[in-house]
C-alpha cells in the first residue's frame, strides 16, 4: 500500500485506536494532542512505533496531512482545525475511519438523552443471544482499535452528535435515534436546527435493506421526518399511541412488532423502571427483534439488566435519606427525566459548565418535587436566577464533598438527595465520571 500521511488529533482512547488501525492499514501515522496524553496511550503508541507529540499542535506536522482523524471533543473552531479546512485536508471521526475497514453489520444509536442505557441494552441482549458482537463508539474500548484488532461480526455504537459530524460515508445497519432535545447548542451556533441536522446524520447512507428505529412521541423527530425521504424501513416507539409496527403499550403492556412477529412483556417486568427507560426498552428490544433474536433472549436482556453507573444509580441510603448518582445528566432534558421518576421530596445538586440551558422546562417538576438546590460549579449565577423566586434554599459550593455534605444537612428522612447536573463537569471535574465517582466517596465518608 502506498503510505499516505494520517494525522491523529487527540491522544486518548479514540485516537491511540485510530493510530493503532492506521498502522496497521500502513499510513504514516503521527498523533498530535493539545493537552497531555496519558502514560498508557503513551505505551502504547511507543510500542507500535507511532510518533506523537502531547501539549502542542505543530502545525508542519499535522497540515501536510492527506487525512486527519480528529477527536470528537475538538470544536471546528479549533485553530488547527481552521487551518486543515483552509489548506482542504480532509477531516473526519474515528468513527467513520473504523468503518471503512469493516464489513460488520453496525447497530447505531444516537439522541439527546438515553442513548448510553439504549447502547448497553442492545450490546446485552446480542452478547446473550451468543452473537459475535463488539461495544464501541462514545463508549467503552474504540471502534478503531477494535476493528484493528478483533473479528466481530456486528458493532453495537453509540454516537454522539460530534462524532456525527465527521461521518460522511458511514453506513449503519440499524439506527436508532431515542430523542432530540437542545444540547450542546454552544457547538451548533446556538442553533436547533443545526444540532437537529447533526442528529439526522444518522441515517445518511441508509439504504432499504436498512432500519431506522426512533421515538414517535418526539415532536422534532416527526418535524424533521416530514421534510425527508428515507429508504430505511422505519420502527417507531411510542409510548402515547399504537402503532402497527415498531413498539407501543397497550395499559401496562409493552408491544413490539417487527416482520409480522409479535414480542410482548408488561412494564413491570423490565428491570429498568421509568417512562424514559421504557423508550430505551422498546428501542433496543425493536434491534433484537429486527435481527430474529430469539424472544427468549430478548425478555432475559429487558428484565434482569443490571443499568448504568453515573445513570440514575441509586447509591446509597444515609440515615434513611436515598444519594442518586445521576451524573451522566448533562442536560436540562436528562434532569427533566430524573425529576419526573422522584417520588419523595429532592435536595438537587446541579451545575458545572452551562451548555446554553433553558431551565424554564424544569420549572413545574421543581416546584413539585425540590426542597432545596445546591449548586456546585464555578459560576451559578444562571442557575439562582432561574430559581431564585422558588421559595426553595440555594446553597453554592466549589467541591462535591461540601457539596454532598450540604445536601445531608438540608435533608430529612425520606428525602432523597438527587445528582442531576445539567451542565458538563469540565470546570471542577475531569469528566462526568469524575464527577459521579467523587459523589459516591462523599456519600461514603459522611
Given amino acids: 500500500m502506498i503510505k499516505n500521511r494520517l494525522v491523529i488529533l487527540g491522544g486518548g482512547e479514540s485516537g491511540t485506536g485510530a493510530a493503532i488501525l492506521g498502522v496497521a492499514k500502513g499510513y504514516e501515522t503521527f498523533v498530535s494532542d493539545l493537552g497531555a496524553i496519558q502514560d498508557l496511550y503513551k505505551a502504547e503508541l511507543t510500542a507500535h512505533g507511532i510518533p506523537f507529540e502531547e501539549l502542542q499542535h505543530t502545525p508542519e506536522l499535522i ?19 481552521k487551518s486543515l479546512i483552509h489548506e482542504g485536508v480532509q477531516i473526519i471521526s474515528e468513527i467513520e475511519f473504523a468503518g471503512r475497514y469493516t464489513n460488520a453489520k453496525t447497530i447505531c444509536i444516537t439522541g439527546s438523552n438515553g442513548k448510553t ?33 478483533e473479528d466481530y461480526d456486528y458493532y453495537v455504537l453509540e454516537i454522539s452528535s460530534f462524532q456525527l459530524d465527521g461521518m460522511f460515508d458511514f453506513r449503519a445497519n440499524i439506527a436508532i435515534l431515542t430523542n432530540i432535545t437542545p444540547d450542546h447548542l454552544d457547538r451548533y451556533n446556538y442553533e436547533m436546527q443545526n444540532y437537529t441536522d447533526s442528529k439526522f446524520r444518522i441515517v445518511q447512507n441508509q439504504t432499504d435493506e436498512d432500519f431506522f428505529i426512533y421515538n414517535d412521541d418526539d415532536p422534532l423527530i416527526e418535524a424533521e421526518l416530514a421534510k425527508r425521504s428515507l429508504p430505511a424501513m422505519k420502527l417507531p416507539f411510542s409510548l402515547a399511541h399504537p402503532l402497527s409496527t415498531g413498539g407501543w403499550l397497550e395499559g401496562d403492556k409493552m408491544k413490539l412488532n417487527v416482520y409480522n412477529n409479535i414480542f410482548d412483556m408488561t412494564i413491570l417486568e423490565l428491570a429498568l423502571q421509568g417512562k424514559h427507560n421504557v423508550n430505551n426498552s422498546m428501542a433496543a428490544g425493536i434491534s433484537g427483534m429486527v ?3 430469539r424472544k427468549d433472549d430478548i425478555r432475559e436482556c429487558l428484565s434482569d439488566f443490571q443499568g448504568v453507573e453515573h445513570r440514575l444509580e441509586r447509591f446509597m441510603r444515609v440515615h434513611e435519606i436515598e444519594f442518586i448518582n445521576d451524573s451522566k445528566a448533562t442536560n436540562v432534558n436528562s434532569v427533566w427525566y430524573a425529576l419526573e421518576s422522584m417520588s419523595t421530596k429532592v435536595i438537587w445538586l446541579v451545575g458545572g459548565i452551562d451548555k446554553g440551558n433553558d431551565y424554564t422546562q424544569l420549572y413545574d417538576l421543581v416546584k413539585e418535587k425540590v426542597k432545596a438546590i445546591v449548586c456546585i460549579g464555578v459560576d451559578n449565577s444562571k442557575i439562582k436566577e432561574a430559581f431564585k423566586n422558588f421559595g426553595v434554599d440555594i446553597v453554592e459550593t466549589r467541591s462535591m464533598e461540601e457539596a454532598v455534605r450540604s445536601s445531608y444537612f438540608l435533608a430529612a428522612k425520606g428525602d432523597s438527595v438527587l ?18 465517582r467523587q459523589f459516591k466517596e462523599a456519600v461514603r465518608n459522611l
Fill in 117 to 149: 442505557t439504549t447502547t448497553l441494552l442492545t450490546y446485552d441482549m446480542l452478547r446473550r443471544a451468543g452473537l459475535k458482537v463488539g461495544l464501541a463508539g462514545n463508549i467503552g474500548k474504540s471502534f478503531a482499535r477494535q476493528v484493528a484488532e
Fill in 291 to 293: 435481527l430474529k433474536l
Fill in 63 to 81: 497540515l501536510n496531512a492527506d487525512l486527519v482523524v480528529k477527536s470528537p471533543g475538538i470544536p471546528d473552531k479549533a485553530p488547527i482545525i
Fill in 419 to 436: 445528582l442531576s447536573p445539567a451542565c458538563a463537569s469540565f470546570d471542577l471535574f475531569k469528566n462526568y465520571e469524575d464527577r459521579g
